[in-house]
Nanobody, 125 residues
Framework: QVQLVESGGGLVQAGGSLRLSCAAS????????MGWVRQAPGKEREFVAA????????YYADSMKGRFIISRDNAANTVYLQMNSLKPEDTAVYSC??????????????????WGQGTQVTVSS
């Protein structure tokens, strides 16, 4: 059984940083495109960032460009999201997603093969 487990969320002041991790278990996801999505209360799910299977391509939603960095360590079966210059509007539950045989540029569209439970990020003003 494949599991994606996120960690690294928490409470941070505006302007601060957090680094999220998504560790996969049950199988290697080195051939999967990986990404992060987020959902704030009362709002629609928003795609945040994506990274290709080999890390050679990354995508960011406009509001994250220049602030967030997605990376992956296939040897560790882990994907990361470095979040800098955080704003109160970044408050949400952040989940990682995985999709196999995906070679498109841009966001990773559902359905996803695997989806984590999420980690809460709260940014105070």
């Amino acid at each position: 059984q494949v599991q994606l487990v996120e960690s690294g969320g928490g409470l941070v002041q505006a302007g601060g940083s957090l680094r999220l991790s998504c560790a996969a278990s049950g199988r290697t996801l080195s051939s999967y495109a990986m990404g992060w999505v987020r959902q704030a209360p009362g709002k629609e799910r928003e795609f945040v960032a994506a990274i290709s299977w080999n890390g050679g391509y990354t995508y960011y939603a406009d509001s994250m460009k220049g602030r967030f960095i997605i990376s992956r360590d296939n040897a560790a079966n882990t994907v990361y999201l470095q979040m800098n210059s955080l704003k109160p509007e970044d408050t949400a539950v952040y989940s990682c997603v995985a999709k196999g045989h995906y070679r498109n540029n841009g966001p990773i569209y559902p359905p996803y093969d695997y989806w984590g439970q999420g980690t809460q990020v709260t940014v105070s003003s």
